[in-house]
């Protein structure tokens, strides 16, 4: 089954838009508030459906609802293909929430059933972790394919044609999966039923004070993080723009050479470091010192871009990027395997669903505020603006070392 899951993971991986998301919104004539408010919509979308498609995966199945997952992204992928307006990206960013919340804490209580079943609970960082970097080898497999196409088609639309491909497949994968990790609900998803399970849910998930801290947590990490990692794409496009030996191309194809090279090497690193998450726990002595110490990287790295950004210096920036997202790779196998341990078997995937509804919630707070941020600079020449994105996840990281350090003297 790891060959499957891992399968999975490289598959679902193959998001050859990803890596120009942002440059391919900017090209149809978004500003940066437009996307903040949609990257919002985005995140509204997976908060308001992410805890119930949690519990309908705990109760009826959780291969099920990875399927219906991944129909959702294949219709969401053909809107963003023909969609030409901004009102038309709406339905599209609607359907792609669908397949986010369906996916996101559902595929990860499967793997911790099979763990379970196999008297390998114990293995739960390493074995997730190990999973989780052939997502990052697959991101990196991706990258080069997008940016062949976007150099061969001069344009960003058709990247969500070809991300059809790896996508009917992963679901074909789907149908191999072993029943039993449908989980152990009822099979029944009645409304009754699925609204008693979700409150109980989030009512012991707020309760338990273990639970609450590490719910906050991944809100302050993960939900800024994602909000902050879309700002690298811009920083990549002037780049672009200043590399002189580039300049005889085309302004796509320009892109395409530097977001290729930069975010092979951004999810080479980010598979290792995943792959390496449990010996980083080894190595700090438990799961909340290695917390602590994720935090206080987190902040250096955004307090150090602070300056990079406001002054342009964006080849130091990128690395400074990359150096954020390697701590994303160690920090997330660790939260997760947090998660589960605090967790039954019959609450796995509704409570990574909360999980993940928090860091969208994050998100949907913060994607917007930095998007008017950076807007509001844009006319100011002298200084870079992109320099408040860091500002807002050096303020939240520091709050956050802050907090821990009071728990820890409490």
């Not at 811009?234 to 300049?247: D, M, T």
């Not at 603006?385 to 820890?408: C, D, H, N, Q």
Request: hydrophobic share 50%.
């Amino acid at each position: 089954m790891i060959f499957q899951f891992s399968l999975y993971g490289f598959l679902k991986n193959q998001r050859y838009f990803e890596p120009f998301f942002i440059l391919f919104l900017l090209e149809k004539g978004l500003s940066f508030t437009q996307i903040g408010f949609l990257v919002g919509f985005r995140e509204i979308s997976v908060g308001i459906l992410e805890i119930p498609t949690g519990a309908v995966a705990d109760l009826s199945g959780r291969r099920r609802s990875m399927v219906f997952s991944f129909l959702a992204y294949i219709l969401s992928f053909l809107l963003f293909t023909f969609s030409s307006s901004y009102a038309g990206f709406f339905p599209a960013m609607a359907l792609f929430a669908t397949g986010e919340s369906f996916r996101t804490g559902t595929h990860k209580a499967m793997i911790f059933t099979w763990l379970r079943r196999n008297n390998r609970i114990s293995e739960r960082s390493r074995v997730y972790g190990y999973t989780r970097s052939w997502s990052k080898i697959g991101s990196a497999v991706s990258i080069p394919i997008s940016a062949l196409l976007v150099m061969f088609f001069n344009g960003y639309a058709v990247l969500f044609l070809f991300t059809l491909i790896p996508y009917t497949a992963a679901l074909i994968n789907f149908l191999f999966y072993p029943r039993e990790l449908e989980g152990e609900g009822s099979g029944r998803s009645m409304p009754g039923l699925l609204i008693r399970h979700l409150a109980a849910v989030l009512k012991k998930s707020l309760q338990r004070p273990r639970l609450r801290r590490l719910l906050i947590e991944s809100m302050g990490f993960e939900g800024v993080f994602k909000a902050a990692l879309d700002y690298l794409q811009p920083v990549l496009q002037q780049l672009a723009l200043a590399l002189p030996f580039l300049i005889c191309m085309e302004a796509s194809r320009r892109n395409a050479v530097v977001v290729g090279i930069v975010y092979v090497l951004l999810y080479l690193g980010a598979a290792a470091a995943s792959r390496n998450a449990y010996r980083f726990n080894r190595w700090s002595g438990g799961e909340e010192n290695a917390a602590r110490s994720l935090w206080r990287l987190a902040a250096f790295f955004y307090v150090a871009l602070i300056p990079l950004l406001l002054f342009k210096w964006y080849p130091v920036s990128v690395v400074f990027f990359m150096g954020l997202f390697l701590v994303q790779n160690i920090w997330r196998p660790l939260l997760i395997s947090r998660f589960d341990a605090y967790a039954s078997e019959t609450e796995g995937a509704t409570v990574l669903s909360i999980e993940s509804q928090g860091k969208s919630l994050a998100t949907m707070l913060t994607a917007p505020l930095m998007g008017i941020a950076v807007d509001g600079l844009k006319g100011v020449r002298s200084i870079g603006p992109f320099w408040p994105v860091a500002l807002i996840g050096a303020l939240v990281s520091l709050t956050m070392l802050y907090g821990l350090k009071e728990r820890m003297q409490a």
